[in-house]
């Protein structure tokens, strides 16, 4: 059952039972965001042949003195090499991206050169080497471009393109299935019953796994009733994940395991040493790993940041650690903090050296949708933390670099 | 046909042009990352009535002395309101989310309650409004929630649920059009012509291009033939945006102007006094704004960085402004620049003293595709720059904060 946890521990009993789903291919043009499952290594060199890096002529170096003339014996647009071979007094002209033709080691710039009846003359004397890209000065084949477990960029992309890589193994995206629970909700536009107020939970939570990169599945609401819990507990079967919200209040987590328990169910409930939050449930359906939220918006959205987040990096391919923190100073001052470790909502100002500070709100009431949804930052106060001056740095979240 | 031109010039140019896509209607559940057309306001209050933000018993907060006896009448769950009204040394059992009962004003904790026989025992003097969330208190009808021309968060998606609205009004998607020209080029897979590379600036574009919230098309390949390129500029209809790669070296772009002027075509073509980059086409062809990048893969990154992701913002709803910087001290000390603005390849590490400084790769040759995906930022070096010691701070993009 546990008693009251802190959130390393919290997350550490979470992410412990997490695999990385099983891989799929994808064709490179579908793979952006997704996790790689295997390295990606150049399947071909890059440039493959020495190439121009400029626009001017091929020529031996030792021919490219300042006021020399030379004759142009054909030209190399890119993709269209010279066949030929190129010998001492010759030059052919060549565009950035041109194979460098066979005999020549240096490039003349088109700027520094005049071209008249097929004859060049020289600006600037050249120098052997300059301006040629050499062959694999990119990658060579085999070079590994990529590795595994990696979050595609958009640069990585272009890379394994170049590397001649048409599919790429990837982690599947995490299935995860959200059920919010719960006699008094409804969806939005539809209409309430007495006392009732409309559900957010389930599709902020969604939009969060969307973030990141797992593909969520919203079960209907299931109503503070057994059965309702327990066939929302039959339409895990093939998720990598459910998350659930709600429930948590006195006696309903014992409705929630009674439910869920249809399908073989092993639960832990827990009081997390913190705020907003506290009540959390962690276990597993069947075979299906399990979290269960908050019902409270703000409490909800704060510990899936907390936990769901990493665990769905850990169910991704990715490690899985906690939302990465920075030290900025405080613009107003904070007071001491209590046994639980506190999450506050904030915004950035500039200070009046124009200086980036971290500035609470003053209203931090779990029930406030509204700022969480402003807030920039969470300021991150453990337990006992004494109290600190405007200047002095915190450990800070930010949301924008959440994706959320 | 413009000389040398900034590269805060020649973004303001290009996006002087664009205006913002029209307003769709989407799902709640599908508005995740879109940007909003209207603003959003709340069409309901929130909470909608008092509640009780605690499990515990409700009563008239005079009652509410320690050691006091109060009878319990009745049971609130969240979503079943108490049906009648409470009076003096009445209780009623309530929930965190249940409605506050007519007549009680004050909250006595669960865990300062003891009850038996349906008589509750005070365990600690309870005050009034205490635990209660008042009417409104998040929100009331008609508080504006989300405003026009912001990117949706998951938190945002939250907010609008509670806000009672299933459907949003969003900009649509931008449709984009990408084409890369060329003879060289073929696509990963595909069989290479003599000389030839893989093509992999089209679907690094496109990944950047979804990353902005775009909706890319990949245009086929159109070689180095201006009846090709006309065929591509006949798939920009109903496009918002066209962006070409390659056909920027002496002679292409006079190739890919002939193709497009078939529909209808308005070119600048511009030296970027910027490196990697240089070579930029801006224009329309019909209708459609157009951007012509270079066709190197680490010079069409860069410019799409900082010029397409600023069109796509622009076209999405959002302002469409340069990529946002910050100051990091040097790693290592930086040469003097010369005229042209440049853009640093860069990886963060910690000093000896574990500050995060930012450390530009030794080789910055514009071929290097496998260090620009390696890179984590982009150091920024205007025109004449005087050289820099490590320590000095510097304007740096992070590239994970632009999400590519």
Avoid at 50 to 56: L, Q
Avoid at 139 to 165: C, K, M, Q, W, Y
Avoid at 393 to 400: A, C, E, G, T
Wanted: net charge neutral.
């Amino acid at each position: 059952m546990g008693g009251l946890l802190s959130i390393d521990e919290a997350r550490a009993r979470i992410l412990s039972p997490l695999r990385p789903t099983p891989a799929e291919t994808v064709a490179l043009a579908s793979a952006f965001g997704r996790v790689t499952a295997a390295p990606i290594a150049a399947r071909r060199t890059q440039p493959p042949f020495d190439v121009s890096a400029m626009d001017g002529y091929a020529l031996v170096a030792v021919d490219g003195k300042e006021g020399a003339r030379l004759r142009v014996i054909g030209s190399a647009p890119a993709g269209h090499p010279f066949a030929g071979k190129l010998g001492p007094g010759e030059a052919v002209r060549i565009f950035t991206g041109s194979v460098m033709p066979e005999g020549a080691d240096a490039v003349l710039l088109q700027e520094d050169a005049r071209e008249e009846n097929r004859i060049v003359v020289i600006g600037e004397t050249t120098v052997a080497g300059r301006h040629v890209r050499r062959a694999g000065q990119d990658f060579s084949e085999g070079t590994p471009l990529v590795p595994a477990g990696r979050r595609l960029t958009a640069r990585d992309i272009g890379l394994a393109a170049a590397g001649n890589h048409p599919w790429i193994a990837v982690h599947r995206a995490p299935r995860i299935a959200i059920l919010a629970t719960g006699d008094e909700i409804a969806l939005p536009g539809e209409s309430l019953p007495p006392g009732g107020i409309v559900s957010s939970n389930a599709h902020a939570l969604a939009a969060l796994a969307v973030a990141a990169g797992a593909e969520p599945t919203v079960l209907p609401i299931a109503p503070d009733d057994i059965a309702a819990i327990a066939e929302a507990a039959e339409a895990t079967r093939g998720m990598d994940f459910l998350v659930t919200t709600g429930g948590a209040s006195v006696g309903e987590h014992d409705l929630v395991r009674a439910g869920l328990s249809k399908r073989g169910f092993a639960l832990d409930f827990w009081k997390i040493a913190m705020r907003p939050g506290k009540p959390l449930m962690a276990g597993r359906v069947g075979e299906v790993p399990m979290l269960g939220l908050p019902g409270n918006p703000v409490s909800a959205m704060v510990c899936a940041m907390l936990f769901l987040l990493p665990a769905l990096a850990r169910l991704s391919g990715l490690p899985g650690e906690a939302p990465p923190t920075e030290e900025v100073p405080l613009g107003a001052s904070v007071p001491a903090n209590d046994v639980r470790a506190d999450h506050l909502r904030a915004k950035f100002a500039r200070d009046d050296e124009g200086r980036t500070v971290v500035v609470p709100f003053p209203r931090q009431d779990s029930s406030l949708m509204r700022l969480l949804a402003e807030a920039e930052a969470l300021i991150l106060r453990p337990p006992h933390a004494p109290a600190l001056a405007a200047g002095a740095l915190v450990p800070v979240i930010r949301l924008d670099r959440l994706g959320i």
